[in-house]
């Protein structure tokens, strides 16, 4: 699952985004003259292992985290100042307020539950695998689900929280072929 988290860096050229392929997106901040910077990074669990190959990298942890822990709010706070300040604009003084993250990618995508035809299948009973069979004859709605399971399992991987699937074991337990817990537990 992706997750999105603060890394610091004492040398801030190692989140250079030519040569920093780990992550699926970053935010880079760091003060102009100052070596070191914090990154936010948006990584699935094998970028996250990659970053082990970069010395000098640190993980912070989430914004929650980084606000919750002084020792790492200071760190955070080196490099990102939250602090107001004044410029000169061209009507006089003007305080800009830097908002308290330094960069955002919106909500986390959703995570896609998915597994092969075989796997899914093998959630089923052997007698409720073999009550679908014998229904399948009979039953044009029952017909019509396995079809679009085989079709769908000969093209990848059938995912768990499809409106089809979740329409299609209901019916399944409508009919009397699994109980009426069933269809939970087999979308589980």
Do not use: C, W
Request: aromatic share 10%; net charge negative; glycine share 6%.
């Amino acid at each position: 699952m992706m997750r999105d988290a603060i890394y610091y860096a004492v040398d801030g050229s190692l989140f250079n985004a030519t040569d920093f392929p780990v992550a699926d997106k970053i935010v880079v901040s760091s003060r102009l003259g100052e070596a070191e910077a914090i990154a936010l990074l948006r990584l699935l669990p094998q970028q996250e292992a990659a970053l082990a190959e970069f010395p000098g990298i640190v993980e912070l942890g989430t914004f929650g985290e980084v606000f919750a822990d002084p020792a790492k709010l200071e760190v955070y706070d080196r490099i990102y100042s939250r602090v107001s300040y004044d410029v000169e604009g061209p009507a006089g003084p003007v305080t800009v307020y830097p908002p308290a993250r330094f960069g955002s990618f919106g909500p986390l995508p959703e995570t896609i539950r998915e597994i092969s035809g075989t796997a899914f299948l093998r959630r089923f009973t052997a007698l409720e695998r073999i009550a679908v069979y014998q229904a399948e004859a009979n039953d044009p709605v029952i017909r019509d689900f396995f079809e679009l399971l085989r079709v769908t399992s000969a093209a990848g991987p059938i995912q768990l929280d499809d409106t089809d699937v979740a329409a299609g074991l209901d019916y399944l337990a409508t009919v009397g072929i699994l109980a009426a817990h069933r269809p939970a537990e087999i979308r589980a």
